[in-house]
């Protein structure tokens, strides 16, 4: 049961480093606007350097999972399954923000958060039952 919680933490983790691509890297793209409802390319570009930032907050959650996942393969539950749980948390702790702050943004929160709480919960009762 842990590997199908460490199979949702990774696959949380690169959801989050598409989420970095868009922020960081494709932000003034039409499509990119699209997704994030951004209107203009002039909104877009004055938005640009934040949205860079934000990407980056993102990639930075999705590597401490990562290595959380691999460290705990590597044979250090502890540190591992310490760094899996800390990007993952963060993840969903980042979600509720997001729906918290602004209800319109439930379906965003929904895509952002949904895999690191499957993550958090199999993982956890992976520990409980073990």
Known sequence: MLIIGL????AAAAFHVFIFSLESLRWTEPATRKIFGVATEKDAET?????????FYNLFLALTT?????????GLPVVGLTL???GTAMMLAAALVLVLADRSKARAAVLQGGLPLVAVAVTTI???VS
């Open 47 to 55: 938005m640009k350097q934040l949205a860079f930032n934000q990407g």
């Open 126 to 128: 992976s520990l409980v």
């Open 7 to 10: 199979f949702f933490a990774a």
């Open 66 to 74: 990562l290595l959380g996942i691999a460290v705990l393969l590597a």
């Open 84 to 86: 899996v749980f800390a």
